[in-house]
């Protein structure tokens, strides 16, 4: 597989968390070194090692990933999606913490869900027989530099649109969730 053709599959594994990043720097207060890399950091490494589980594991559980890694990608976005519009309408602005997204389960479950694709594109990469380390490395790379490039798009739109930004951030989520599990049951 080409060079080419490795980056090209990296952007696209990289667009689910391209949009969460989004979604993330509308929800921070200030988007500072920190936060963008803990979630830079972890989405990168979460495609990363994701591509390589996938790979490691072979066509042998393919049948058993294909059978669910929708549902969990669904769900997990779901309930981040609807934790936001939740909070976002609960209270006033004023009166509103945000909460970092960045931080503790909320970022495990954004980075599983924006990472299951991998999986499947590793376990495709084992079939191809791909350097998976150089593949790996590169789609773990495009992912956080994605990621930076959303969080700071979705701190200059979320410091405009505030609240009717986290709806429209949690809509987004859910609607990715779904589009993940209309594209594998109508497949």
Known sequence: MSLLAIFGIALALAMDAFAVAIVAGSRLERLTFRPVFRLSFHFGLWQALMTLLGWAAGSQIDELIRAYDHWVAFGLLCIVGGRM??????????????????????????????????????????????????????????????????????????SRFGRWMEITGGLVLIGIGVNILVEHLGA
Request: no cysteine; glycine share 8%; charged share 25%.
């Open 85 to 158: 519009i939740y909070e976002s309408i609960r209270r006033d602005e004023k009166d509103r913490p945000r909460k970092d997204p960045t931080r503790k389960w909320t970022m495990v479950m954004l980075s599983v869900a924006t990472s299951i694709d991998a999986l499947a594109v590793g376990l495709s990469m084992a079939l191809l027989q791909v350097n998976i380390w150089r593949a790996a490395l590169i789609i773990g790379l495009v992912a956080s530099g994605m990621t930076i490039i959303g969080m700071a798009f979705g701190r200059e739109a979320g």
